[in-house]
């Protein structure tokens, strides 16, 4: 049987397959109580195919849900969770509606510009609820507020379920209440949020966090400027659901970027082989304290798999078979050489691992599936070999990127790249030189490196302008020289506004105070940035400590994210190399953009721009 595939494209799943003039597959609607497991028995198919159709839908759907299910309707019958008889609502059997529109729901009428056939929703009107709100002062009493705002104790309550407490009259200060409820039609009309913002209409397994991460936007953003939408608080998005980004005079810096959509082909079955050090035999007769205290490389490889493992289950969880092998490859990779004689890997579709960059090539000529370098190596640009996947960028790539950010921002500031007396810090600085003089309005830059083991602070200021915002770019790996260079820009005059910029925030940087690195809003380039405070990293991080017993660590988050979007793109049917081809990826605090090169490996390119906030927070640029 021809296998189906199924896309995340403008904003729902369209099926490539008909059957005759009739639609093979259409929309339904989940009741109240309605289990998965009771739709595949109305349509008497298995369980596991209905899951497969909606991967994104989970075993016990909220009602209003909207799934995919297989034509003919569904049959007449009770369901576990309903006496009625009637037949449940096939919603959709009309070909879909463009990507941008809506559909009308019970707090909101539609107006077509166009005939009713083929119309598109012009504008649509929203009743809003919005709030008053009061922040409680020291002194104030549940009585005191309700009598201030004519209201009862009951409506208070009702109004602000998230403080249990009201009922016992047990409030905080600073606590805000909401207080009145007010309700606002907005109307909205599709062509001129067109004209004036930048939109973004969702698409099937997209979710509020993935949404912001690709626009670098904040939740709050994203909240402020779709209040017609109040459901966005609590995550919840609606396939089509057309979402103002940015205001169109702003959306001009945003980098137009191509963007890899996951899709899942049915039946999809990914054989997968791990190779790690475990190093299992060396440590048979330790302890694990002995094991895992000051043994970076034993943590190290132990978090990247329980993340890896997180990753295979989520996506088993999506109706992916995955067969997984997991392979230990002893001490610098003394056991690859029999698990290559032993035509172990000669099924794999693709492979993670070795963690030794001497031995990737070695595993790479012997296997016909990718392999993947999960993680950095100083040698890893020595590597050849179509096959080779590098997930870490070259630091090479961390100056490019951090060159092109300031081109693209560049209003006249005085720059200054600052260095020390290694090799790799005079080949960075001549890197960026070269980059940035392309750049048509930046005539004079400053390479400034250490004279009898410092800088004094006069060689910046003699060639800083009052009025005049300046850039210094430290490139260095040495404690002292990062040191010397960032405390010449404390205490700088009042007229001299100064951006510190780092090519990378190496171990260089561990001994330095943040308030001091917030204070000169240091900036700089990585290959990893999490805002702690989406609800998906926070979901993460609760099921990784609960089935782990601890936090995970940024390797953990590395090996889920590798192994995630590693799978996830094979899922969809098409090779490795050909989804690189369709765009880039974000996953929980990693980015992936591949580029091959000819008759060569393949390269992660993926990196962020992140800022100190003077809260000692960050914030992603780029």
Not at 193 to 218: A, C, D, G, M
Not at 332 to 338: D, S, T, V
Request: glycine content about 4%; proline content about 3%.
């Amino acid at each position: 049987m021809k296998k189906l595939q199924f896309l995340i494209l403008s904003g729902i799943l369209t099926f490539t397959i008909s059957c005759g003039q009739q639609k093979r597959f259409v929309s339904y609607k989940i009741q109240e109580g309605e289990t998965m497991e009771d739709v595949a028995k109305r349509l008497e198919i298995n369980r596991e195919d209905l899951m497969r159709l909606n991967p994104d839908v989970g075993q016990n759907p909220s009602p209003n849900t909207v799934i995919v299910i297989p034509n003919p309707k569904i049959k007449k019958g009770n369901s576990s969770a309903s006496n009625s008889s009637d037949t449940y609502a096939v919603v959709d059997e009309t070909p879909s509606e463009p990507a941008g529109t809506k559909n009308s729901e019970e707090s909101s009428t539609t107006s077509n510009s166009e005939t009713s056939e083929g119309a598109e929703v012009s504008y649509q009107t929203k009743v809003v609820t919005k709030y008053e709100t009061h922040k409680v002062k020291p002194g104030e009493t549940v009585y005191r507020i309700t009598k201030n705002y004519g209201i009862t104790k009951e409506e208070l309550i009702a109004l602000n379920p998230e403080f249990p407490g009201i009922q016992n009259n047990v409030l905080s200060i600073g606590q805000v209440l909401k207080v009145k409820a007010i309700e606002e039609t907005i109307t909205l009309d599709k062509e001129t949020v067109l004209e004036q913002y930048l939109t973004h209409t969702v698409q099937s397994k997209e979710t509020v966090f993935s949404i912001t991460r690709r626009y670098n936007i904040t939740k709050e953003d994203l909240l402020q400027l779709n209040p017609e939408y109040p459901e966005l608080k609590d995550n919840a998005l609606a396939i089509g659901q057309l979402l103002k980004i940015k205001p169109i005079e702003e959306a001009k810096t945003i980098e137009d970027i191509k963007f890899y959509r996951d899709s899942i082909q049915l039946d999809t079955e990914i054989n997968l082989a791990i190779l790690l050090p475990f190093k299992s035999q060396a440590y048979d007769t330790l302890s694990a304290k002995k094991i895992f205290t000051n043994n970076k490389l034993g943590n190290m490889v132990t978090d990247f798999y329980l993340g890896a493992s997180m990753a295979i289950d989520s996506l088993k969880k999506q109706g992916i078979n995955i067969n997984t092998q997991v392979f230990d490859t002893g001490n610098r990779g003394k056991n690859i050489e029999a698990i290559i004689d032993n035509d172990e890997l000669d099924n794999a579709d693709v492979v993670i691992g070795p963690f030794y960059s001497d031995k990737v090539t070695a595993v790479s000529k012997h296997v016909n599936a990718p392999v993947i370098f999960p993680h950095y190596s100083n040698k890893q640009h020595k590597l050849s070999g179509g096959k080779i996947i590098k997930v870490a960028p070259e630091k090479e790539d961390y100056a490019n990127y951090l060159s092109n950010y300031m081109k693209a921002n560049y209003h006249g500031e005085t720059i200054f790249l600052v260095g020390d007396s290694q090799a790799d810090s005079k080949k960075t600085i001549q890197l960026l030189h070269q980059n940035l003089k392309q750049h048509d309005s930046i005539r004079a830059i400053h390479s400034l490196y250490p004279k009898d083991g410092y800088i004094k602070k006069e060689r910046f200021t003699n060639k800083m302008k009052a009025g005049t915002k300046n850039w210094v770019v430290i490139v260095s790996n040495d404690k002292v020289a990062v040191a010397d260079a960032l405390n010449s820009m404390i205490g700088l005059p009042d007229d001299m506004e100064v951006q510190v910029f780092a090519v990378e925030k190496n171990k260089a940087y561990n001994s330095i105070d943040n308030n001091k690195l917030a204070n000169i809003n240091f900036t700089y380039v990585t290959a990893q940035y999490a805002d702690e405070a989406s609800q998906e990293i926070l979901n993460f991080n609760k099921k990784y400590q609960a089935k782990n017993n601890a936090l995970p660590s940024d390797y953990a988050i590395k090996g889920f994210d590798i192994t995630y979007d590693t799978l996830m793109r094979l899922a969809s049917g098409n090779s490795l190399s050909a989804t690189f081809k369709e765009g880039i990826s974000f996953r929980l605090e990693n980015k992936f953009d591949y580029r091959k090169k000819l008759f060569g490996t393949t390269s992660n390119r993926g990196l962020f721009i992140v800022q100190y906030n003077r809260d000692l927070s960050l914030k992603r640029l780029k």
